[in-house]
């Protein structure tokens, strides 16, 4: 069977396993429909194979988060890690819990308050941080096209009580600089890029190619960076559940409430997977499932 037709089969078991609920705490998530799907591989020597939905944009949501991190950590390098730590949380993405015990310094910069932590850091450099954050992700897809759907930012901004007390909690440690309003905005702007999943795959490729850009020929970031926000990805990427991840799918990856995964096999392959409805750790469900059959008929996994 060719990588194609192994995509077809492990889709076939859809309909009999799409469970899981479509995101609707951002109103705006709700309207997507729960029956889609797409899945895209590449290669590091860009290969590339598609099925389904393959094509059709979705909000990125938290897998955006990586593509902040990239961009801070390439800007701060080692100082990053006095604002925001690299362990798993055990936590849900959204939780206030550890902050207070941690002196408002988060676990890790998958989850929300890590994320905002970045999206901090970066107000201070960018002089214009949507233009900017844009610009770097469209030299890491090649694709001009890919845009913020600002139907969702404006959504996720009307219903953003959680992430404002995770701002002013974390203020009230010292470890926010910015406005909260600036960063709110930035941070809901960063989570509403729309990607398909082929834009998807080929914006992380990166991360499989050891910080190179295999389209450009561009260092992204070093070697020993890519190894670190793998292994973040890896440890923190699905929150709570990244121990069942590693345990079923075996690569770095990274979820959003949009139902997108990104996953990533080092030196080999990158993979976008998308179908909306949600697990209760708040991850696609089948996303999950498909990405396990995938590590396991089609690529290696890491281990
Ligand atoms: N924008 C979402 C939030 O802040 C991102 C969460 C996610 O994708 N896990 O709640």
Excluded at 263 to 287: E, H, I, M, Q, T
Aim: glycine share 8%; charged share 20%.
């Amino acid at each position: 069977m060719n990588v194609n037709e192994i995509l077809a089969k492990l889709h076939a078991k859809l309909p009999a396993e799409n469970t899981g609920v479509v995101a609707s705490y951002i109103p705006e998530l709700a309207h997507v429909g729960s029956e889609k799907f797409g899945v895209h591989a590449v290669t590091v020597d860009q290969r590339e194979y598609s099925f389904g939905d393959a094509q059709e944009g979705f909000s990125i949501q938290s897998i955006a988060k990586v593509l902040s991190l990239t961009m801070a950590y390439q800007r701060e390098n080692q100082e990053l890690w006095k604002r925001v730590d690299v362990e798993p949380s055990g936590t849900p993405f959204n939780s206030l819990i550890q902050l207070e015990s941690d002196g408002g310094i988060p676990r890790n910069p998958m989850n929300n308050s890590g994320a905002l932590v970045v999206c901090d850091v970066l107000l201070n450099y960018l002089a214009d941080p949507k233009k900017d954050l844009l610009a770097f992700v469209h030299s890491l897809s090649g694709d001009q096209s890919i845009g913020f759907n600002e139907k969702v930012a404006a959504s996720e901004r009307e219903t953003s009580s959680r992430n404002r007390a995770l701002i002013e909690f974390m203020r009230s440690f010292g470890n926010i600089h910015n406005d909260t309003e600036r960063l709110l905005d930035f941070y809901c702007s960063l989570c509403s890029i729309e990607m398909s999943c082929q834009q998807l795959a080929q914006t992380f490729l990166f991360l499989a190619n050891e910080g190179q850009s295999p389209f450009t020929g561009e260092q992204i970031v070093s070697k020993k960076m890519t190894k670190r926000l793998n292994a973040i990805m890896q440890l923190c990427g699905l929150y709570d559940e990244a121990g069942e991840f590693a345990f079923r799918v075996g690569l770095p990856g990274k979820s959003g409430v949009g139902g997108g995964i990104v996953a990533l096999r080092p030196r080999d392959y990158c993979v976008a997977v998308w179908s909306p409805p949600l697990n209760p750790k708040g991850n696609s469900n089948f996303g999950m499932t498909f990405l396990e059959g995938f590590t396991s008929e089609v690529g290696d996994s890491i281990f």
